[in-house]
């Protein structure tokens, strides 16, 4: 079975600091993970991705890490902002497929 | 920007009933996607189309759904008579051959979404 899990539904975090948003996923039969922002009543953005044969990748702000003997996937975001404020889904691309496997998406606040 | 739109925004409609949703996708992509989530529930794939045919398709799509490109713009997603637990936000995306990362990933251009609720 092919999941990808975010366990924390919220978090919280203050203007500056840094958020870390985890997701887990059980099996390693994906060749891609993506992170996707989603603001109410907007579709989902893509944010930053990474190839499973990479461990980390970085975009301004925003790093992706993969552990892949963990099957666990991070994103960091620092320092962190307001407009930060928004749902943030991980996702994973199976093996020879053309669709997403979505987490259930952390909503994260950064307040002043 | 470019954008992918989907009307309607949000669709009330009696158990039994067809709806019809539909997208206009980016002008110059060539894959589409739809996709939903049930309240509270993760973001689920329903189907992908390309070529003017379905190229994958998940086990919510059964026979009940259909998606069309009837004119070359629009990619609509239809579900023949719709049950209580159809109701959902709806997305539908789109993505062009070259729409990849620097990762090599595909990246998709979603649309707000079309919520549907069935009474």
């Known amino acids: 079975d092919q999941q990808v899990k975010q366990n924390s539904p919220s978090l919280s975090v203050q203007e500056g600091r840094i958020s870390i948003l985890n997701c887990d996923y059980t099996?390693?039969?994906?060749?891609?993970f993506l992170w996707y922002k989603k603001y109410p009543a907007e579709g989902p953005t893509f944010l930053i991705s990474i190839s499973s044969i990479k461990d980390k990748n970085e975009d301004g702000r925003f790093t992706v890490f993969l552990n892949k003997s963990a099957k666990h996937l991070s994103l960091h975001i620092v320092p962190s902002q307001p407009g930060d404020s928004a749902v943030y889904f991980c996702?994973?691309?199976?093996?020879?497929?053309?669709?997403?496997?979505f987490g259930t998406g952390t909503r994260l606040q950064v307040f002043p | 920007e470019p954008e992918v739109t989907q009307t309607p925004s949000h669709q009330v409609t009696q158990m039994g009933q067809e709806v019809i949703l539909r997208c206009v996708p980016i002008?110059?992509?060539?894959?589409f996607y739809w996709y939903r989530q049930i309240l509270g529930q993760k973001v689920e794939f329903l189907v992908s189309f390309y070529n003017n045919e379905i190229s994958e398709k998940s086990e919510i799509f059964d026979d009940q759904f259909s998606v069309e490109r009837p004119d070359g713009s629009n990619f609509t997603l239809k579900i023949r008579s719709t049950k209580l637990e159809d109701s959902a936000m709806y997305f539908c995306a789109s993505r062009g051959r070259g729409s990849r990362t620097e990762t090599g990933a595909n990246v998709l251009t979603f649309g707000a979404g079309s919520r549907l609720t069935v009474l």
């Open positions: 002008s110059n992509h060539l894959y």
């Open positions: 996702a994973a691309r199976p093996l020879n497929t053309d669709k997403l496997i």
């Open positions: 099996n390693s039969m994906f060749d891609y």
